[in-house]
């Protein structure tokens, strides 16, 4: 099973705009295991940076900020075909 981490921090503008497109995101993949986290120390990049909000695949940065919701679908699939 695909897993997709969703990191914001919290009380980041964007939480309930982030909050509502997991909610989305797990109707349209019901066989992904989805969730939102706020960063940890483990999270952190070579330099100590956290960029948020960060989508990641497996542990795998898909894309930082607020994507689209068609785009991250599709990227989504596309990762379920080993388009990585």
Known sequence: ??????????????????????????????????SVRAPTHCDEDLHGTIIS????VNDRVLVTGLPKKDWLLSRLHAWEQGER
Do not use: N, Q, Y
């Open 53 to 56: 909000p960060a989508f990641l």
């Open 1 to 34: 099973m695909a897993r997709l981490d969703i990191l914001v921090h919290r009380g980041c503008l964007s939480e309930p705009s982030i909050r509502t497109l997991a909610s989305e995101l797990k109707l349209d993949l019901p066989h992904w295991d989805i």
